[in-house]
């Protein structure tokens, strides 16, 4: 706030009296004054340099009053007509000037473009009235032209503000001024995570298993378990992991509720053991059902992104994202309970996958199953489905051999199994899948007239590859025959008394678990 006028309120200044016609010329021989001669570029009586303004009164340095001196006052005598500061001669041939102007306490600084000055005694005859000021700091000044500039620029701005609000809030009373370009919509682009997760959802069920009685007659449930599956087609077939289901596959009950939280009974169509595959029916399915669109798990790459869908703990409908970190990952996992394994050959992904994940989809960026996922890597403990978390090593059964499994058990109810005819020694102390040398449970190492017999392979041969990729133990070359069908023709290499041999096997079947 500027103070240079802070101290004049109540200050009553008279009005000028009246000036008089001026002659045209002055009488003759009166001398011209030079008393306004330079007193523009006369410096202030303390020093500082003045700043002249039209119609404004002299600033002064605080501290200093205008004093009379030499340099100001009037000189003696008539004062001619051209005299810059409008003062008339006295004279016979001159009207009598009208009183004189209250005295102000000092002489005045001149104002408009050319200065005047005057003794104490008052103001000459004709000169305007000038009022004085008191002292005010130069620095006021420079406050009060920034504050000026600051209303001037905020009642620009406000003006503006007002006008964008008035011509975008549609009639509505708001002072908030919003941009005009915000969507009114927010739609997420096909192939989004968000996109894919949405359309892919529904199709996706939390499946609550529930044990029967072990009495006969007994209908309570004492055990069971929460996991997940999806919609494989239209009839209401549903496809999930076996040890998701084996607690209830004899004698108990299951359910599947969808996303919308609608719940339906379900029942075991067929279950494979081995491939940890297993296919339910709903009861009453409503119409309607969309199936998850199958991807081409032989496709998949590693470093593609992945997207998992699921119930861990419990939690239904949950989505994570990762990437396929790695392919053709040899598994055996348990169901923590039959003492059995399963075997696949995994697709690994660092998407969060958690205990009641398993029998869920694992998707590509499109929305297509490339996956069931079934089994976590847990720190301290093995593989399998524990109730340890995630750390970022997740396994998935790649769906072309699920779908196989799965064409195969809701045609007749029982698994199909690509062997070679000769049993495998599990316990990993060798380099290589090696043939056992002994008889397993009244099996001889090499089934008579098997596949593996035909092709000319005999106990205690070291398998080393399967079709060009190297066996490094039993669960691999296991992971790899069961990626096949019955009846398909594969390349094995072996070794046989430190020599290395080739052989083609055409592989056998095996119908139902063991």
């Given at each position: 706030m500027s103070t240079e006028n802070e101290g004049n309120e109540g200050t009553a200044v008279p009005a000028a009296p009246s000036v008089p016609p001026v002659p045209a010329a002055a009488p003759a021989g009166m001398p011209a004054s030079t008393e306004g001669a330079g007193a523009d570029r006369a410096p202030h009586t303390n020093g500082a340099t003045r700043t002249i303004e039209p119609a404004a009164a002299a600033v002064e340095e605080p501290g200093h009053s205008p004093q009379p001196g030499p340099d100001t006052a009037p000189l003696p005598g008539p004062v001619p007509a051209a005299a810059p500061t409008g003062a008339q001669p006295q004279g016979a041939d001159w009207p009598t000037p009208p009183p004189a102007l209250p005295s102000y306490g000092g002489g005045f600084h001149g104002g408009g473009s050319?200065?005047?000055?005057?003794?104490?005694?008052?103001?000459?005859?004709?000169a305007p009235a000038q009022v004085s000021e008191p002292?005010?700091?130069?620095?006021?000044?420079?406050?009060?032209?920034?504050?000026?500039?600051?209303?001037?620029?905020?009642?620009?701005?406000?003006?503006?503000?007002?006008?964008?609000?008035?011509?975008?809030?549609?009639?509505?009373?708001?002072?908030?001024?919003?941009?005009?370009?915000?969507?009114?919509?927010?739609?997420?682009?096909?192939?989004?995570?968000?996109?894919?997760?949405?359309?892919?959802?529904?199709?996706?069920?939390?499946?609550?298993?529930?044990?029967?009685?072990?009495?006969?007659?007994?209908?309570?449930?004492t055990e069971g378990g929460t996991g997940t599956g999806f919609v494989y087609d239209k009839e209401g077939h549903i496809l999930t992991n076996n040890h998701v289901v084996a607690s209830a596959a004899d004698g108990g009950t299951l359910s599947a509720t969808f996303s919308n939280g609608k719940k339906y009974d379900a029942e075991v169509i067929g279950r494979?053991?081995?491939?940890?595959?297993?296919?339910?029916?709903?009861?009453?399915?409503?119409?309607?059902?969309?199936?998850?669109?199958?991807?081409?798990?032989?496709?998949?790459?590693?470093?593609?992104?992945?997207?998992?869908?699921?119930?861990?703990?419990?939690?239904?409908?949950?989505?994570?994202?990762?990437?396929?970190?790695?392919?053709?990952?040899?598994?055996?996992?348990?169901?923590?309970?039959?003492?059995?394994?399963?075997?696949?050959s995994a697709l690994q992904t660092d998407a969060s996958i958690n205990p009641g994940n398993s029998g869920g989809p694992l998707l590509d960026a499109r929305g297509a199953v490339i996956g069931i996922n079934s089994a976590i890597?847990?720190?301290?403990?093995?593989?399998?489905?524990?109730?340890?978390?995630?750390?970022?090593?997740?396994?998935?059964?790649?769906?072309?051999?699920?779908?196989?499994?799965?064409?195969?058990?809701?045609?007749?109810?029982?698994?199909?199994?690509p062997v070679i005819g000769a049993t495998v020694d599990m316990s990993g102390k060798d380099s290589?899948?090696?043939?056992?040398?002994?008889?397993?449970?009244?099996?001889?190492p090499v089934s008579p007239n098997g596949p593996a017999a035909k092709a000319g392979l005999k106990a205690g041969d070291v398998i080393t590859q399967f079709n060009g990729k190297p066996v490094e133990s039993g669960p691999t070359l296991i992971s790899e025959i069961w990626n096949h069908k019955p009846g398909d023709k594969v390349t094995l290499t072996y070794e046989r008394d430190g020599k290395e041999h080739t052989a083609e096997v055409v592989l056998g079947k095996r119908t139902g678990d063991s």
């Open positions: 050319h200065g005047s000055g005057d003794s104490g005694g008052g103001p000459v005859w004709g002292p005010r700091k130069r620095s006021g000044g420079l406050v009060a032209a920034v504050l000026v500039a600051a209303l001037v620029a905020g009642g620009v701005g406000g003006g503006i503000g007002y006008w964008a609000a008035e011509h975008n809030d549609d009639g509505i009373d708001s002072t908030t001024v919003s941009a005009a370009d915000t969507p009114k919509d927010f739609k997420r682009e096909p192939g989004t995570v968000a996109a894919v997760a949405a359309k892919a959802l529904p199709s996706v069920v939390t499946i609550e298993a529930k044990a029967g009685g072990a009495g006969v007659g007994e209908s309570s449930e494979a053991q081995g491939y940890d595959v297993a296919v339910l029916k709903l009861k009453d399915a409503p119409s309607g059902l969309n199936p998850l669109a199958l991807g081409d798990s032989e496709q998949v790459a590693v470093g593609d992104s992945t997207i998992a869908i699921g119930a861990p703990f419990g939690l239904s409908n949950t989505v994570t994202t990762g990437i396929i970190s790695a392919k053709n990952r040899p598994v055996a996992s348990g169901d923590g309970s039959s003492g059995k394994n399963s075997y696949m890597q847990s720190a301290g403990s093995g593989l399998g489905q524990t109730q340890a978390g995630s750390i970022g090593l997740g396994f998935a059964i790649p769906i072309n051999q699920a779908k196989n499994v799965a064409v195969q058990l809701i045609k007749t109810g029982k698994p199909v199994y290589g899948a090696k043939i056992a040398t002994q008889s397993t449970g009244g099996t001889p």
